[in-house]
């Protein structure tokens, strides 16, 4: 496989030095592996850490700024940061407000952030954890014990992050993370596996005219395989799952955030194309799209396919989505 890089030994910190180039705002530890917002410690306000395995650019990295994220670690392709990262993180970004978590729901993060949280906290510090897990697609997979936490992640580090940069409390600011989590549901679908440098070659097999239905972010299995279908049929299939497990909870009636996000490879033509499907079937269904998002925000390398995340949206979800926020991979407002 041709890949755009020195060796796979050296891709994570080579992609960490290319963000400290192209980014001057952020501080970035290639060696140790974490980022950091510069003015994370200013102001007073709780600081958000989040991280994961590289590979799902631009999360979590690229959301490190104004508004979102105080700091990321980022571990190596599809592998858990160790604790000493998000230790350090936390302290590099802790005011005396406290520092929130925001986990996805994979068995090695999860672990290793709450071995992070306790000794943060044996240092003094502060720490809640949100867990992430909206992927409706599966309960257990190959990485995780209960729900796989992905697209929502973005919506929690979003709308908790405009929070925190309004001063609220640790508590609330956490609060809402997890309101944003329990109004959230994704549905994933793979065109074709993606391939880590490590291995040089897909992650699983995907013949030719298959698709994927309910795919993990680390190419973990779904719900099952169909010959190809078109956009229409796919968007049917997505946000019927979505909406028809939120409404197990309450019916799906008023406005809602939409992502539709590109599993890494792609284009924007068919996932705007994609998009016009997902709107006419929400349309269909009597759901109003208060917000939307298109393009490739929760990647699995270079895996085609694509995901999607819908959130119920109050006044308030709304306003803190809207609020201003500036890293490299998201930025209105300011």
Not at 129 to 155: C, E, K, Q
Not at 236 to 255: I, N, Y
Not at 301 to 314: E, F, I, P, Y
Not at 321 to 326: E, G, K, N
Request: aromatic share 4%; with cysteine.
């Amino acid at each position: 496989m041709k890949m755009l890089i020195n060796s796979p030994q050296t891709v994570v910190a080579d992609a960490l030095r290319g963000l400290a180039a192209a980014h001057p705002e952020l501080d970035v530890d290639a060696e140790s592996r974490v980022v950091v917002r510069r003015d994370a410690r200013q102001g007073g306000r709780v600081g958000l850490v989040s991280g994961g395995g590289s590979g799902h650019e631009p999360l979590h990295a690229g959301f490190v700024g104004y508004g979102m994220l105080s700091a990321a670690c980022p571990g190596e392709v599809f592998t858990s940061p160790v604790p000493d990262q998000m230790v350090r993180a936390a302290k590099a970004v802790d005011s005396g407000q406290g520092v929130l978590f925001v986990v996805k729901n994979y068995t090695g993060d999860v672990l290793n952030f709450d071995m992070a949280a306790e000794l943060a906290e044996e240092d003094g510090i502060r720490v809640e954890r949100v867990l992430v897990n909206d992927d409706v697609a599966v309960t257990d997979s190959l990485y995780t014990a209960g729900r796989r936490g992905t697209g929502a992640t973005l919506f929690v580090e979003k709308i908790a992050g405009a929070a925190a940069e309004e001063g609220a409390p640790l508590e609330q600011v956490a609060a809402v993370a997890r309101r944003v989590n329990e109004a959230s549901g994704s549905f994933g679908v793979a065109l074709s596996a993606c391939t880590t440098p490590a291995k040089g070659s897909p992650t699983f097999d995907l013949p030719d005219g298959e698709l994927e239905l309910g795919i993990g972010i680390h190419g973990e299995p779904g719900r099952e395989r169909r010959p190809m279908m078109p956009a229409r049929e796919i968007a049917e299939v997505a946000v019927g799952s979505v909406l028809d497990d939120m409404a197990r909870a309450a019916p799906v009636d008023g406005p809602v955030l939409a992502l539709v996000n590109g599993m890494g490879a792609t284009p924007l033509l068919e996932l705007y194309g994609f998009h016009a499907e997902v709107a006419r079937v929400l349309t269909a269904r009597g759901v109003p799209v208060a917000r939307t998002l298109v393009g490739n925000y929760v990647t699995s390398l270079d895996m085609a396919g694509c995901s999607v995340t819908l959130c119920r949206a109050d006044e308030e979800l709304l306003r803190l989505w809207d609020a201003p926020v500036r890293t490299a991979a998201l930025r209105w407002g300011r």
